[in-house]
Structures are given as C-alpha cells and as structure tokens.
C-alpha cells in the first residue's frame, strides 16, 4: 500500500517518488500530488500520509537534487520549467491526467507554476507557507552557509522556522538529520536559483480553487506575499495560522491536513465522511 518508485525524467535524471494508498480497493480514487519543500524531501510528509491517503492516492516525489532523486551535474543549468516538468512527467508515469497538487514551500512553488502554465493538469491546489517566489534576501544565506556548513546554520537559525518553545526538540534534531544529508552545493544552487524567481503578475492565470496556508509570523521572505496571493488569485481560499514562523507544514502537520481534507470537501465533495 506504500510503494517506493523512481522514473527517469526526459532529461535523464532519475527521480524518486512514493505512492501511497490506503483508499477502499473498489474504488478509484483521485490522485494528490505531495511536493516537499526546499533541503527537504517526500519523508517530511511522514504524519500527513495517514490522513490523506485514506481517500486519495498520494504520490510524493523527491525533488530534483534532494532526498533519493538524483543529484543533477553542477554544469546543468537550474531551470524552472524542468522542475515542473518533472512533476507533469510523475503524472504522467502514475497515470494521472489530471491531479490536485498540495506543495510545501519550495514545492508550492512548483505547483503554482504548473497551475499557471498547465492549467488544464491541476484539479485542486494547496500550498503551505508558499511565497510566488524566493525573497531575494535568501541570497544573504548563501555565504553564511557557506562559512558555516548547511546544519550549522540551520541550527544557530532555526527559530527562523521552528517555535522552539512549542516545538518537540526531537522534531528539530530530526529535521536538522534530514536537511543534513542532501547535498550542500546543489542546496546553494537550488536557494540561489529560487531566489531569482517571481511570478506574482501571473497570479491571476491560476484557475483551479486554491488553498493558501500561511504562517502568520512568515521569518522566510515578506508575510506581504499572502496578501498579493489573496488579492490576485481569482478563486482563493486563505488560512492564517497566526504569530507561526515558516516550518507551520512540520509544525502543525495535522491541522494542514484538516484544513487541506476541509477544502477539498467544500470544493470537490471528497473526501465522503466514512462510515
């Protein structure tokens, strides 16, 4: 009922990605499409699979350059439609023509970008903590990161994303683990990409109902995005979580599952309440 896969993307590289249903055997459910966020990888979504994968069949992918995928040679240029190629060709492997995407961070941003480009692919949408666009300000990490190391970093920052004093310290070592075992150089790449990227004027061009989940006390780049996302987005539906710094998807997993299960239930009328 869970499945580990890869594919091989049309530019050679090799992605990983999960499959998890758990849905009732006779039924054919729809498919979600789980992007994680930047440094991270698909096992961040570990406390989400139980309650999403009941009534859709969830399909978590690797980005590109992080967790089990394949890291892409330093002389590869970065390119946005890659990454969201990527997502387009895991729906296209899994077989579905037509999915709702939820992405974390970074990987809201791929799921915005596919909702603008490829209209037609994305059901529903749901992004947590999911600027349009990396703030230009993440480039002042790059030399610190680079002085410093990539955990080292992250922990003298970590209240930058976590609420120390209502967050497990166990959560925190684990996510430090994670974050730690991607590859410093590509992450540097990755970051410094991101950060040239911004699509706020094609806001308007998202057409599926859409989710906006943001932490109301945003430390990654402007709390003043929501508002630009609230206003430009024509069918939108925005969930503050108030005073919460980035990481509210780590944080507060099972509410971002509630509010997700909530949303697709007012817009699509799925899930059913079971029985």
Same mark, same amino acid.
């Not at 209240?159 to 683990?177: C, H, K, N, S, Y």
């Given at each position: %009922?869970?499945?580990?896969?890869?594919?091989?993307?049309?530019?050679?590289?090799?992605?990983?990605?999960?499959?998890?249903?758990?849905?009732?055997?006779?039924?054919?459910?729809?498919?979600?499409?789980?992007?994680?966020?930047?440094?991270?990888?698909?096992?961040?979504?570990?406390?989400?699979?139980?309650?999403?994968?009941?009534?859709?069949?969830?399909? #978590? %992918?690797?980005?590109?350059?992080?967790?089990?995928?394949?890291?892409?040679?330093?002389?590869?240029?970065?390119?946005?439609?890659?990454?969201? #190629?990527?997502?387009?060709?895991?729906?296209?492997?899994?077989?579905?023509?037509?999915?709702?995407?939820?992405?974390?961070?970074?990987?809201?941003?791929?799921?915005? !970008?596919?909702?603008?480009?490829?209209?037609? #692919?994305?059901?529903?949408?749901?992004?947590?903590?999911?600027?349009?666009?990396?703030?230009?300000?993440?480039?002042?990490?790059?030399?610190?990161?680079?002085?410093?190391?990539?955990?080292?970093?992250?922990?003298?920052?970590?209240?930058?994303?976590?609420?120390?004093?209502?967050?497990?310290?166990?959560?925190? #070592?684990?996510?430090?683990?994670?974050?730690?075992?991607?590859?410093?150089?590509?992450?540097? !790449?990755?970051?410094?990409?991101?950060?040239?990227?911004?699509?706020?004027?094609?806001?308007? !061009?998202?057409?599926?109902?859409?989710?906006?989940?943001?932490?109301?006390?945003?430390?990654?780049?402007?709390?003043?995005?929501?508002?630009? %996302?609230?206003?430009?987005?024509?069918?939108?539906?925005?969930?503050?979580?108030?005073?919460?710094?980035?990481?509210?998807?780590? %944080?507060?997993?099972?509410?971002?599952?509630?509010?997700?299960?909530?949303?697709?239930?007012?817009?699509?009328?799925?899930?059913?309440?079971?029985?």
């Amino acid at each position: %009922m869970t499945e580990g896969l890869s594919f091989t993307a049309s530019d050679g590289l090799r992605i990983a990605y999960w499959v998890d249903d758990f849905t009732d055997p006779w039924t054919a459910p729809p498919t979600l499409v789980l992007l994680h966020s930047a440094m991270g990888n698909s096992r961040r979504f570990y406390s989400w699979i139980p309650g999403l994968a009941r009534h859709f069949r969830v399909v #978590r %992918m690797d980005l590109r350059g992080h967790g089990a995928s394949e890291v892409p040679k330093p002389d590869v240029p970065l390119s946005m439609e890659r990454f969201v #190629r990527d997502v387009e060709e895991l729906m296209d492997t899994v077989g579905a023509r037509q999915a709702h995407l939820v992405g974390n961070s970074a990987g809201g941003y791929l799921a915005q !970008r596919l909702a603008i480009t490829r209209p037609e #692919r994305v059901l529903g949408l749901a992004v947590i903590g999911s600027t349009p666009g990396l703030s230009p300000s993440a480039l002042e990490w790059l030399p610190l990161i680079e002085k410093e190391g990539l955990t080292p970093f992250l922990a003298r920052t970590i209240a930058m994303r976590f609420d120390v004093e209502r967050t497990d310290p166990g959560m925190i #070592r684990w996510f430090l683990q994670q974050t730690g075992e991607n590859d410093p150089a590509y992450i540097a !790449r990755f970051i410094g990409y991101m950060a040239t990227q911004e699509w706020s004027a094609e806001l308007p !061009r998202i057409k599926a109902p859409t989710l906006v989940i943001y932490p109301g006390g945003e430390t990654v780049g402007s709390a003043n995005s929501y508002d630009t %996302m609230g206003e430009r987005i024509p069918d939108v539906t925005m969930v503050e979580y108030p005073h919460m710094p980035h990481n509210i998807a780590d %944080m507060m997993a099972d509410r971002c599952v509630t509010d997700i299960l909530a949303f697709l239930t007012a817009r699509f009328g799925y899930p059913k309440a079971m029985p």
